[in-house]
């Protein structure tokens, strides 16, 4: 069989090796990391009343959490949505109580099941969940409890309006009430357009180094910096994320395999085995831009980001994945259909039968 052959028929499988890995992942997360996903909703917290020093609410996530951060040395309770005590964040850690439907209904952003067992009249069940002086929840209070936006934003999606002009949050210092309140806006995002035009420049730039010369050294350097661009937008979004670490690293451990496949791409390359470097090429650079590129294009044009980096960076890191990572792919696509066959190894001949 033909060495060419075979690779080519492998780099072809790709897509459906792609789309198997991206069925599996979706249950885990919406985009490459896990978590939430970038909106067009703003949450805002206006006020702390009665301000406590130490005591710091803030909406994280793209305003899919609140956030509530403790240094004062005392504990401090929020309350659930029938005025229950529901988290318990102090000098001892966080504390979860287990007979609150808040602690339920707040594990997934548009609501969960509520155990039969819940009350939240019952004396509370506290359970620690973890150390240090800060916790996040989804607060249904605070955020956009639908897929759909409201009926007045589909009507006129390009007009930025108040959704809710003031949600509320109690909290227990002691025997004093701490009310947390903000409101709930629609901030339309920026047009895609200037990054879509920068993924076509940067993919049209991948087909080009395919068709140089020095296609291999220049293969490389890209697939080199798509590999940067992909930690760095990754890292941001580790940095803004709340959920626990397990939870991310499982979120990431595809765009973890693209990273180890294309160093295997870059080494290859250098050894001077092109053909074998074309195929971890396609593969790495496939598993980004699916996984890192398509799964978070939403990002082009959502307001609201799940990300610590600068806004025009979480974009431009996202365009450059969907961009050279497809012009990537093809490029190497076309160069191991372009590459010269390897001559079959000649077959001894049967030696002849007597009387013939």
Excluded: C
């Excluded at 003031?166 to 339309?188: E, M």
């Excluded at 990431?252 to 250098?270: D, N, P, R, T």
């Excluded at 959502?302 to 990300?307: F, T």
Aim: no cysteine; hydrophobic share 45%.
């Amino acid at each position: 069989m033909l060495r060419r052959h075979r690779f080519l028929r492998l780099a072809l499988l790709l897509p459906a090796v792609l789309i198997a890995l991206v069925a599996g992942a979706a249950p885990a997360s919406a985009h490459s990391v896990g978590g939430s996903e970038a909106v067009n909703f703003s949450t805002r917290v206006l006020r702390v009343s009665p301000a406590v020093p130490g005591v710091v609410v803030r909406p994280v996530e793209a305003g899919a959490r609140l956030e509530l951060v403790n240094t004062s040395g005392r504990d401090i309770i929020v309350l659930g949505y029938d005025n229950e005590p529901y988290l318990r964040v102090g000098p001892g850690g966080v504390f979860e109580n287990q007979s609150s439907p808040a602690t339920y209904a707040n594990r997934a952003a548009l609501g969960a099941p509520v155990p039969s067992t819940a009350n939240a009249k019952a004396a509370p069940a506290w359970k620690k969940v973890a150390d240090g002086d800060r916790a996040s929840w989804h607060d249904h209070r605070a955020h956009w409890m639908s897929t759909d936006p409201p009926p007045a934003v589909q009507a006129d999606p390009g007009q930025e309006r108040v959704i809710n002009p003031s949600w509320s949050v109690p909290l227990r210092d002691g025997d004093t009430t701490i009310t947390v309140t903000g409101d709930l806006r629609w901030v339309p995002g920026p047009s895609p357009a200037p990054w879509i035009v920068l993924a076509v420049v940067l993919g049209l730039a991948a087909l080009v180094a395919g068709r140089l010369r020095t296609w291999p050294t220049l293969l490389a350097v890209l697939l080199g910096a798509l590999l940067i661009v992909d930690i760095v937008h990754t890292a941001g979004s580790w940095s803004a994320l709340r959920v626990p670490v397990a939870e991310k690293a499982y979120g990431s451990l595809i765009g973890v395999a693209g990273w180890a496949v294309g160093a295997v791409a870059i080494w290859q390359f250098g050894r001077g085995r092109a053909e074998s470097g074309l195929f971890y090429l396609i593969f790495s650079a496939g598993l980004i831009t699916v996984i890192g590129g398509l799964s978070d294009v939403s990002t082009l044009s959502r307001s609201q980001l799940v990300s610590d980096l600068p806004e025009w960076l979480t974009r431009a890191s996202v365009a450059v994945k969907l961009g050279l990572g497809l012009g990537l792919s093809v490029a190497g696509l076309l160069r191991l259909r372009a590459a010269p066959e390897t001559p079959a190894e000649p077959q001894p001949e049967a030696p002849a039968q007597p009387g013939t």
